[in-house]
């Protein structure tokens, strides 16, 4: 009876593994970004896919973290540098509540659009486990890069590779 219940246990371990992988991987690098639509700051649904064609930046950003609120004037000197090459970032705050990111963006504009995941389905589909986290997509709509984190000096990196994608 023991060693059966063992091997249930081995079994099951190994099921729930299996299922955890196959959460972690749902966004395969070099495969395409799951699209959505969310409601953006100006008030307008604004859906993914209306932006291939272009490289696209996603970042995952909440009011209350540090390191999000260091990186969005990056963020935005990047977009001014590239947007007429065919770069978009998309803002995407997960604050349960908007009004929180209105009064932030008030006080410190940006000019490309944020958008409202006050419900998580987004930052969830895109098993966002830390703030911020940034997604680079080609003009295909392909996810190339991934990032966890900001610390000063990152948005050399992403200049970088935002040059690598609108070359290709």
């Known amino acids: 009876m023991i060693s059966q219940t063992k091997s249930m246990m081995k079994i099951l371990l190994t099921l ?8 972690v991987f ?3 690098m070099g495969g395409n970004a799951p699209d959505f639509t969310l409601k953006s700051n100006n008030g307008e649904n604004l859906k993914l896919s209306e932006h291939q ?30 947007k007429d090459l065919g770069f978009v970032v998309l803002g995407v705050n997960i604050d349960e509540v908007s009004s929180n990111t209105k009064d ?19 930052s969830d589909l895109y098993k966002v486990v830390a703030m911020p ?3 680079i997509l080609d003009r295909d709509g392909r996810l190339r890069y991934y990032h966890r984190s900001y610390k000063p000096g990152y948005e050399l990196k992403y200049a970088e590779q935002i040059k690598t994608l609108i070359r290709e």
């Open 26 to 28: 749902a966004v395969t």
């Open 16 to 23: 729930c593994v299996f299922c955890f992988h196959a959460q």
């Open 133 to 135: 986290t940034t997604y």
């Open 104 to 122: 932030f963006l008030a006080k410190r504009p940006v000019s490309f659009p944020v958008l409202f995941d006050n419900k998580k389905q987004v």
């Open 53 to 82: 064609g272009n490289v696209v930046m996603i970042n995952f950003w909440a009011t209350w973290c540090g390191p999000c609120r260091q990186e969005m004037p990056a963020l935005e000197q990047l977009y001014q540098k590239y």
